[in-house]
């Protein structure tokens, strides 16, 4: 009782006498019955009508159980010798970056991430960087692309840990370089191209149907998909999967 008591007294002067009373009665209630036996409490699940309330419980669900690091924040400094984008990370990645040509652009491909960074990051349009894009390319795999204005040569990406702050950091820099050297080291890295036994197991286009037997075909374009999944909501939600359902 005289530790009751102690702790009582330590809460009244923490957080008020109301918290307190709550406490004490807590302290002299009866032992909470086993979870096991409690009393299920009633959950609210969407109607089969309802396809958009399904989705946007299921991808709740999701998010509160995803455990894919999270971009905090992006940052983009601009000079006539470096470009320097600075991705702010919940946890350590890793990533391969390359170049393509055709139109000129830098791509970064990491681990499936959450991305919550706000869109402040935005190119001056005086240097070598046009503009960006993002987004999930695929189930685990996230895309960053950046279309260029002028050729760069990507500098080996770092990772530094947090000193001072909360986050990791990933920094790209781009480096000015000649047309002639960017076309050099561009190109799809070897295990991205798609294989030639991939390629022969393609459908084949099926026989035209003639005029009299084609069917009407209406095509239904919900829009966003590939490496645009469009804006993301709180919960994770992309905006693909939600015009996706609607369609």
């Given at each position: ?209 003639s005029q009299s037997e084609a069917k009407r075909l209406i095509v239904v374009d919900p829009g966003h998909g590939g490496i645009d999944p469009?804006?993301?909501g709180q919960s994770g939600l992309q905006e693909k999967s939600l015009v996706l359902a609607v369609a």
């Amino acid at each position: 009782m005289f530790l009751e008591g102690a702790r009582i007294h330590h809460i009244c002067r923490a957080v008020g006498v109301g918290v307190a009373l709550v406490v004490a009665s807590a302290l002299s209630a009866p032992q909470a019955a086993p979870a096991s036996q409690a009393s299920p409490r009633p959950q609210t699940t969407p109607s089969s009508d309802d396809p958009i309330g399904a989705l946007l419980a299921q991808q709740a669900l999701l998010g509160a159980r995803s455990a894919n690091p999270v971009v905090i924040g992006l940052k983009l400094s601009e000079t006539e010798a470096r470009t320097r984008f600075a991705v702010e990370l919940s946890d350590p990645v890793d990533v391969r970056v390359y170049t393509l040509t055709n139109p000129n652009r830098v791509v970064i491909d990491m681990p499936e991430v959450l991305w919550r960074a706000a869109d402040e990051a935005r190119p001056s349009g005086r240097r070598a960087v046009q503009s960006y894009r993002y987004g999930l390319f695929r189930k685990g795999n996230f895309r960053f692309i950046i279309d260029l204005k002028s050729p760069v040569k990507v500098e080996t990406p770092q990772i530094v840990p947090p000193d001072g702050v909360s986050s990791f950091q990933l920094l790209v820099d781009l480096t000015p370089t000649t047309a002639a050297d960017f076309l050099a080291h561009s190109g799809w890295p070897q295990d991205a191209k798609p294989s030639s036994t991939a390629l022969a197991l393609l459908p084949q286009a099926a026989p035209r149907a003639s005029q009299s037997e084609a069917k009407r075909l209406i095509v239904v374009d919900p829009g966003h998909g590939g490496i645009d999944p469009g804006t993301h909501g709180q919960s994770g939600l992309q905006e693909k999967s939600l015009v996706l359902a609607v369609a």
